[in-house]
């Protein structure tokens, strides 16, 4: 069975940093490109980052270029967002999702983890 | 950048047919993606390639795509088809590679 679990959500200051991880299992995590999507409160999914099998190609969404990081271990099954200069619009829920190659459709998802950005 | 547009809602009575519309520029040159979202669950890929089902979707969804209107079909609609929904494109001129629509939130009366 597919599995996608979130973690390292939590509450943070504006200009903060925060480190989102994805561990995945029950599938060969490094046949397949990953990608970060995030929904702010009673709002619609935005796009963040994505990131190839071997990390050879990344993508960033402009409202978080420069600023968030993403990466991967296929040695460990595990999918990361580092997140600096966090604002208060990056508050949101944070899935990480699957992509099988070449689709671009996203076909499993982690239940998310929350980042809420607040003085 | 690239825009789809969904109508915020749509209402249909148990057994009826509910179409969900996603308006955009020439996207019968895309590949559209359908994802339902139950409220406070993550979303589930029910239509992906314009029209094929992952396993375990019921034959009930279905999905068109031409011009620029791409049009996501539940037959026989169920309480439980009660969600939002979204549909999403990758455009490679985008700033968002990966772009979703506004969504559109069934409700069945």
């Known amino acids: 069975e597919v599995q996608l679990v979130e973690s390292g959500g939590g509450l943070v200051k504006p200009g903060g940093s925060l480190r989102l991880s994805c561990a995945a299992s029950?599938?060969?995590?490094?046949?397949?490109?990953m990608n970060w999507v995030r929904q702010a409160p009673g709002k619609g999914l935005e796009w963040v980052s994505s990131i190839s099998s071997s990390s050879s190609y990344i993508y960033y969404a402009d409202s978080v270029k420069g600023r968030f990081t993403i990466s991967r271990d296929n040695a460990k099954n595990s999918l990361y967002l580092q997140m600096n200069s966090l604002r208060a619009e990056d508050t949101a829920v944070y899935y990480c999702?699957?992509?099988?190659?070449?689709?671009?459709?996203?076909?499993?998802w982690g239940q998310g983890t929350l980042v809420t950005v607040s003085s | 950048s690239y825009v789809l547009t969904q109508p915020p809602s749509v209402s249909v009575a148990p057994g009826q047919t509910a179409r969900i519309t996603c308006g955009g520029n020439?996207?019968?040159?895309?590949?559209v993606h359908w994802y339902q979202q139950k409220p406070g669950q993550a979303p589930v890929l029910v239509v992906y390639d314009d029209s094929d089902r992952p396993s375990g979707i019921p034959e009930r969804f279905s999905g068109s795509n031409s011009g620029n209107t791409a049009t996501l079909t539940i037959s026989r609609v169920e309480a439980g088809d009660e969600a939002d929904y979204y549909c999403q494109v990758w455009d490679s001129s985008s700033d968002h590679n990966y772009v979703f629509g506004t969504g559109t939130k069934v409700t069945v009366l």
């Open positions: 999702a699957r992509e099988p190659q070449g689709t671009r459709a996203l076909d499993y």
């Open positions: 020439n996207i019968g040159s895309k590949s």
């Open positions: 029950g599938f060969t995590f490094s046949s397949y490109s």
